[in-house]
């Protein structure tokens, strides 16, 4: 008995209701889509595959904590104070040492007048 080696497989999805499929599934949606034998320009596979991946990015940032505090209103002035300061024994001081540097490092060449 001789079999049929090639077949058809049709997956069916509703594109709006995304949000209510599992992450397995969603992961084969995504690979149907890219492997998705349209062409380059297909309007309906672009659409596909679009909706696909937001809903994945989508998961993947409400699962992902954000970063919190790497930009602070007091990060300027800090860098500023540390730049010419030194913290010691609980307080700051000035660093003549750090001062010497930026000062060199600022120090107008000799050919401006």
């Known amino acids: 008995m001789k079999r049929d080696t090639n077949v058809t497989i ?3 999805v509703d594109l ?14 995504w690979h149907l889509a890219q492997a998705n034998p349209a062409p380059h320009d297909d309007k309906q596979a672009g659409e596909i595959s679009a909706k696909v991946g937001y809903e994945i ?3 993947w940032l409400k699962a992902t904590p954000p970063e ?6 007091r990060s ?7 730049r010419f300061a030194s913290h010691r024994d609980g307080d700051w001081r000035p660093d003549p ?3 010497a540097r930026f000062e ?7 050919g401006e007048s």
Request: glycine share 6%; no cysteine; net charge positive.
């Open 68 to 73: 919190m505090y790497r930009h602070q209103e």
């Open 16 to 29: 709006s209701e995304l949000q209510r499929e599992p992450d397995s599934r969603l992961a084969m949606l």
């Open 10 to 12: 049709s997956i069916g």
């Open 104 to 110: 060199q490092a600022h120090a107008p060449s000799g």
């Open 76 to 82: 300027y002035y800090w860098g500023h104070l540390s």
């Open 97 to 99: 040492e750090k001062l």
């Open 57 to 59: 990015i989508r998961r």
